[in-house]
């Protein structure tokens, strides 16, 4: 290659950021005692029953393929899993795709309905990987910033004035990755009118769906109007803490699916056979267990953010998920700066706001998906940085 390999490169996956994440999550796993609030997974491990169920089918031989679409009992199970949960219905012949994680279900979702120059609204602060995403699939990210003022809730007038004649799509995410924000029956209702208004598609990504605490989750494919409207993602990993199986699922309008099936086959054939197996167990006899660490992530989620507001970091109370988003502002540092004097003075990992849009600068997320024990630490820690930051700031 006479001029470099840079030259051969696409335009969009050198203009492609690394996720911001992995440079602290990388740094922290070089240094010993380091207490981790940064990584976005459950610290349950998947239930046995879910294991060994996932064990006897490699035993008895499950290894080939399944049909691309997933196997049709374990989506049958999804189908019963979203109308008794979630009141919505979904033909598991022809309307939902079991994926590899939820990530490849967003990205299916994009590809499929995005052309160059579209535009899709990304409510921020949003997951990392939501943005490339719209851009590898031809489309223009467009940034909604939420407010701290009202818990970083979305609102039917701030999509409103961020569309253009160029809108196709938005994607919200509740509860919404970093800031832990749910969203009311009410506020989708709301959110819904604007939506049929301008005649858009919504990419729903309700993967942290188990994991609300204060008001009954609403699937936004069951508000009136939206059904024909939504792409439903969601997924195995949050819920029922199995991230590293990879293992998530769509569910949309058959036409949408059998669209997104056509990608899906040619980039991934089908999700691990074995794996389905351990899903359909999860859905049927593990829910007992999806109760229980909901309730264990509710006591830390008070805690945390009762410690968090009490050592001077304001704190709204995250309805969802298994974050909180406070803000740093009053150290004085910027979120990178917060992030990374944290790590190196007192061995606490978390993730920069920035991380998730320019509107999460000025906060930090952090993961309570962790023992009570290395909260009650971490904090310690945290209280210890704080009090000599802002100290330095008063001076």
């Known amino acids: 290659m006479t001029n470099g390999v840079s030259n051969y490169l696409s335009y969009t996956a050198k203009e492609l950021k690394p996720s911001p994440i992995r ?4 740094l922290a796993a070089s240094m010993e005692g380091v207490i981790s609030l940064g990584v976005g997974e459950p610290d349950f491990i998947t239930p046995w029953n879910v294991r060994e169920a996932t064990i006897l089918s490699i035993e008895q031989g499950f290894t080939s393929y399944t049909a691309n679409a997933g196997l049709l009992e374990l989506r049958e199970e999804i189908s019963a899993y979203l109308q008794r949960g979630f009141n919505v219905d979904y033909n598991p012949v022809n309307q939902i795709i079991v994926t590899v994680g939820a990530s490849e279900a967003i990205d299916l979702a994009f590809r499929a309905i995005v052309n160059p120059g579209d535009e899709v609204l990304i409510v921020e602060p949003s997951f990392v990987s939501y943005a490339p995403l ?23 007038e701030q999509i409103e004035a961020a569309i253009t004649e160029k809108t196709k799509a938005i994607l919200i995410c509740s509860p919404n990755n970093p800031t832990g924000t749910a969203l009311t029956r009410k506020e989708l209702e709301e959110i819904a009118r604007t939506v049929e208004k301008h005649d858009l598609i919504v990419v729903m990504d309700e993967i942290y769906a188990e994991l609300t605490y204060d008001e009954e989750f609403t699937s936004f494919a069951a508000i009136d109007g939206m059904y024909d409207r939504t792409i439903l993602i969601n997924g195995f990993s949050k819920g029922f803490a199995m991230t590293g199986w990879r293992l998530g699922f769509l569910a949309a309008p058959a036409e949408f699916v059998g669209h997104m099936l056509k990608i899906h086959q040619y980039t991934t054939m089908c999700a691990p056979h074995m794996l389905q197996h351990g899903a359909i167990e ?19 989620r008070n805690y945390v953010v009762d410690t968090l507001n009490n050592i001077g970091l304001d704190c709204h109370v995250p309805g969802g998920a298994f974050y909180v988003f406070p803000s740093i502002k009053a ?3 910027s979120s990178e700066q917060f992030a990374e004097k944290l790590l190196m003075e007192e061995k606490v990992a978390v993730v920069p706001g920035n991380a998730f849009g320019e509107s999460g600068e000025g906060y930090i997320r952090c993961s309570y998906a962790t023992s009570m024990e290395q909260l009650q630490e971490a904090l310690k820690r945290m209280q210890r940085f704080v009090e000599r930051r802002v100290g330095a700031v008063v001076k």
């Open 282 to 300: 999860a859905l049927r006899n593990s829910y007992h267990e999806v109760e229980s660490m909901r309730n264990s992530y509710r006591r830390r």
């Open 134 to 156: 719209v851009a590898l699939a031809g489309g223009t990210p467009i940034p909604v910033s939420t407010s701290p003022a009202n818990g970083f809730k979305i609102t039917a």
């Open 23 to 26: 440079k602290f999550f990388d």
């Open 331 to 333: 150290t004085g540092l």
